[in-house]
Nanobody, 120 residues
């Protein structure tokens, strides 16, 4: 019923930039929060950045000042602009949305993941 489709991952050199996009589709009634998480092998998934429907943002300390999250509410899309990338940013990045369908019950949904590799 709900799909989160990510795009924009890839290989970039240290110091470079990438932009991730994630579009939510389906019979969505309302989106409350959209965000990005990342995971490396053997580690737990960690929060990168979130943005609420009224525009409040939060960031992990490790990315603050380098990454920017934004949303296009009309397109149900969230973006993550990543600048000054470091090798430690290498991970699979997952889009997340907390949204409701016609039953008005908020639920969490995940995208399929996008690989970001920062290497020279």
């Amino acid at each position: 019923q709900v799909q989160l489709v990510e795009s924009g991952g890839g290989l970039v050199q240290p110091g470079g930039s990438l932009r991730l996009s994630c579009a939510a589709s389906g019979s969505i009634f309302s989106i409350y929060v959209m965000g990005w998480y990342r995971q490396t092998p053997g580690k737990q998934r960690e929060l990168v950045a979130t943005c609420t429907s009224d525009g409040r943002t939060s960031y992990a300390g490790s990315v603050k000042g380098r990454f920017t999250i934004s949303t296009d509410n009309a397109k149900n899309t969230v973006y993550l602009q990543m600048n000054s990338l470091k090798p430690d940013d290498t991970a699979v990045y997952y889009c997340n949305a907390v949204l409701s369908l016609s039953d008005r019950t908020p639920r969490s949904y995940w995208g399929q993941g996008a690989q970001v590799t920062v290497s020279s």
